[in-house]
């Protein structure tokens, strides 16, 4: 009897393809006016209820003693999943009224850049002082040091806040932070843009400062040209 079917089948094979064909086009336009005309919103409710998921790792495709994929991963580890460029810069002396200039311009024209959403850096955080029994807050980017004392201060109430303290400066004063958060949507070559972008602007306005890039979208470009 099963022989007999498949024999069936086989005879009939073009004419069971036609039908296959004619239901599913009549389905398919059915949907196709149920949804307005516009399958986007078939299509979204279809991926939410299989939970399709596509991993596009970087890390997939490079060999597990690669250099650049332990600097990947290791920056990975640092700065978490959220999307990083980080800029380190260092000097003799971080808090010179100079120095803290140079931080706070070079974080406003970061901070301009398309795509950038947050700046951090040791101007442009709010710094908590002490004021009688209350505590006051305030950047350094409102009001930069214009003196050696001035600088001095400045230095005692930042290395006394551990919120700066190894994250946008160095216990030891010699190197200083700048940190670009960037939106979501940044992607492709709107990602290889602000990278490039972000480094030539650090690099032109630090000029003989020593200056090194971290963070996962450095990384990542730095995997793609390996």
Known sequence: MIKSYIQ???????????????VTLFFGVGLWKLFGGDLRHFSAIGLKHLQMRVD????????????????????????????????LLEFDDVFTPEHLALISRISESVGRLPGTKRVSSLTHEPLYT?????????????????????????????????????NLVSDDGRHASIIVRTWPHVRGGQLDFLVNR???????????????FAGNHVQTIELHRA
Not at 62 to 83: M, N, V
Request: glycine letters at 6%.
């Open 130 to 166: 002490a004021r009688g029994k209350s505590m006051a807050n305030s950047s350094l980017s409102a009001r930069l040091p214009g003196t050696k004392e001035e600088a001095e201060n400045v230095r005692r109430a930042v290395l006394s806040n551990e919120m700066f303290v190894n």
């Open 8 to 22: 069936f089948l086989r005879r009939r094979a073009g004419w069971m393809t036609f039908g296959l064909l004619a």
């Open 56 to 87: 596009t790792s970087d890390d997939l495709f490079l060999a597990a003693h690669d250099p650049e994929l332990k600097k990947y991963r290791e920056s990975t580890r640092i700065f978490g999943d959220d999307r990083f460029l980080v800029a």
């Open 198 to 212: 972000f480094k030539q602007t650090v690099s032109l306005e630090a000029r003989h400062i020593p200056v090194r």
